[in-house]
């Protein structure tokens, strides 16, 4: 090697990393003039220190049925990468002079699926919350504004629209159909990695990992059925494709399991069955049209009931369908439409399939004999409206909506205790509510009157005392997030 060579070499460790093998090697197979310069062999192969490699096409042979190739040339041109920015609310003066727009933005990237030729597009909510201006790069890495067609976070899942036209596109396949142990490859851009396709099987049907309808989220509609991998799925990743061999898709790509913020070894999906109801709803409706049984269940497992699988019913809404069909409480629910049914997850899935006003069958056992009805699924609203009687009685004569004599004011916003009348109406065990709402940071934010705070960054409100302390303690940027008495769930960025 020339000293020339040699320079160039060390040059490339320190600005290109892991490259200096490859230029190093480069250099020794073209270098061949005596005045130190040096060219590239344009044959058909490329001579090495470690051998020949040909560039001549490999017909790959595999096993039939597990052939990746394929099945990566179908979906890949067809999940793209998304970027979502989001006003900051509230932004300082300072920022305002230093930004020429005045205006400035939070990104996250996630990915999404092109399901049709026109230009849609199925990702997650959570990839698109919030968001002020949507940017979808394709796989050709054209840049394209998407307007949000709808949303669902029941399931986390959205649907977008692009303007253009031949778009390539994935079908939808049958995850009914997906079986323990099948190839599946994950498609999509994990730390903004581009079309990144890695491959595992299917570890698990009808996972629950209280994402969506745990405690924290409060949500009580939440739909959990995930398909569990053990593909590779990172941040990013959210939005993304699951497919089978056979290019066809079988779940959106939604969380993975870790301790670390990064992939541990499982990851989940929403199953296309579900994400394919969802997007027909917002596409005909603009919002999910969600039929609701009426009940409040629990998996039937051996404890406090004598069956070992199914799903127990613990209480049943007065006028609502379960009740029409005369389903009672201790009832354990073990199909639905001839499928069998194990868990709650599966029952939420199959229910969350159907439409209000369908009709579905549902088999039963009581105190062990074998039963089955008939039922038409009802809406949220009417739900609501029936369950809403017996409390309302309840909150008249106990006075539960008292004025409260303790209040706290900060930055233009005053709060006050819930009172247990409203604790029970949204079911949730504590918080604190805006009861007066004037110009400051609060207002800022968008946040609204009425608003109840749950929590404040990764703090669960406990009382108005405590979420005083934890206020008082906070020096910059935070957020908050609760719910309104409609129960509509948000998240605001207070700007100190």
Not at 162 to 171: L, S, V
Not at 278 to 302: C, Q
Request: net charge negative; charged share 25%.
């Amino acid at each position: 090697m020339s000293k020339r060579q040699f320079i160039l070499g060390m040059l490339a460790s320190s600005l290109l990393g892991g490259l200096v093998v490859l230029l190093g090697i480069s250099f020794l197979g073209g270098g061949n003039s005596a005045n130190g310069s040096f060219s590239l062999n344009r044959s058909n192969s490329v001579a090495t220190s470690f051998g020949t490699i040909s560039d001549e096409p490999h017909d790959y042979s595999v096993p039939a049925g597990v052939n990746f190739i394929d099945a990566s040339r179908k979906i890949v041109p067809a999940v793209v990468h998304i970027t979502n920015r989001e006003e900051i609310k509230g932004t300082s003066s300072r920022w305002r002079r230093l930004l020429r727009s005045g205006v400035k933005f939070r990104e996250s990237t996630g990915s999404g699926v092109l399901i049709s030729e026109d230009g849609y597009i199925t990702t997650n909510y959570h990839v698109v919350e919030g968001a002020d201006e949507l940017e979808v790069r394709l796989d050709d890495n054209r840049r394209l504004k998407a307007e949000v067609i709808g949303t669902d976070p029941d399931t986390d899942l959205a649907l977008i629209k692009i303007k253009a036209e031949n778009m390539p596109y994935i079908d939808f396949g049958n995850s009914d159909q997906v079986e323990i142990g099948e190839w599946v490859l994950a498609v999509g851009n994990p730390f903004d990695l581009n079309n990144t396709v890695t491959a595992g099987i299917i570890s698990a049907k009808a996972r629950n990992i209280n994402l969506i309808s745990g405690v924290e989220n409060q949500n009580r509609y939440g739909i959990e059925s995930f398909l569990q991998t053990d593909a590779v799925v990172n941040r990013g990743n959210s939005g993304g494709a699951l497919v089978n061999l056979q290019g066809e898709l079988i779940g959106i790509n939604t969380a993975i399991a870790t301790n670390t913020g990064t992939f541990s070894g499982y990851s989940f999906a929403v199953p296309s069955i579900l994400v394919k109801k969802v997007m027909d709803d917002l596409l005909e409706f603009g919002e999910v049209k969600r039929g609701l049984l009426g009940v409040t269940i629990r998996d039937a497992d051996g404890v406090g009931t004598v069956e070992l699988s199914g799903v127990r019913i613990m209480g049943v809404s007065p006028g609502g369908a379960a009740d029409e069909a005369g389903l009672k409480q201790e009832d354990v629910i073990t199909g639905v439409d001839g499928k069998i049914v194990k868990t709650t997850s599966q029952l939420q899935e199959l229910i969350a399939r159907k439409r209000p006003g369908d009709a579905v069958s549902i088999s039963f056992k009581r105190k062990g004999d074998d039963k089955e009805t008939s039922l038409k699924l009802q809406n949220r609203e009417s739900l609501a409206a029936i369950e809403l009687v017996e409390p309302e009685l309840i909150l008249e004569r106990e006075g539960d909506f008292s004025e409260n004599t303790l209040t706290y004011k900060i930055a233009g916003a005053e709060f006050k205790d819930l009172t247990s009348g409203l604790k029970r109406s949204l079911k949730i065990e504590a918080g604190v509510q805006l009861s007066n709402l004037e110009e400051g940071a609060w207002k800022a934010s968008g946040v609204k009157e009425d608003f109840i705070v749950t929590k404040v960054g990764d703090d669960d409100i406990t009382s108005l005392e405590q979420f005083q302390k934890i206020i008082d303690t906070k020096t910059k940027d935070f957020f908050v997030m609760g719910k309104y008495p409609n129960g509509e769930k948000e998240y605001y960025r207070i700007t100190w």
